[in-house]
Nanobody, 121 residues
Framework: QVQLVESGGGLVQAGGSLRLSCAAS????????MGWFRQAPGKEREFVAT????????YYADSVKGRFTISRDNAKNTVYLQMNSLKPEDTAVYYC??????????????WGQGTQVTVSS
């Protein structure tokens, strides 16, 4: 059974930082893109960032470009999202996403259960 388990969410003040992790189990994603989405209350789930299989190429939503950094460790089957200069509008449940496809055309088949990020003003 494939599982994506996110961790690292929490409450932080505006301007602060958090690092999310997503550990995959049940299959390896070392040949596949991985990424992050988020969903704020009352809004649709939206794309945040993706990374290709090697980590050499990344793709970001304009709203997080320059503040968030996605990375991965294929040996650990894990993807990360470093979030800096957080804003209240970044408050959302953050979801890990992985599977076959191009890093430029998410979403993919597998989803995590989500981790809450709350940014206070």
């Amino acid at each position: 059974q494939v599982q994506l388990v996110e961790s690292g969410g929490g409450l932080v003040q505006a301007g602060g930082s958090l690092r999310l992790s997503c550990a995959a189990s049940g299959r390896t994603f070392s040949s596949n893109p991985m990424g992050w989405f988020r969903q704020a209350p009352g809004k649709e789930r939206e794309f945040v960032a993706t990374i290709n299989w090697s980590g050499g190429s990344t793709y970001y939503a304009d709203s997080v470009k320059g503040r968030f950094t996605i990375s991965r460790d294929n040996a650990k089957n894990t993807v990360y999202l470093q979030m800096n200069s957080l804003k209240p509008e970044d408050t959302a449940v953050y979801y890990c996403n992985a599977g076959r496809g191009s890093f430029k055309t998410p979403p993919y088949h597998y989803w995590g259960q989500g981790t809450q990020v709350t940014v206070s003003s």
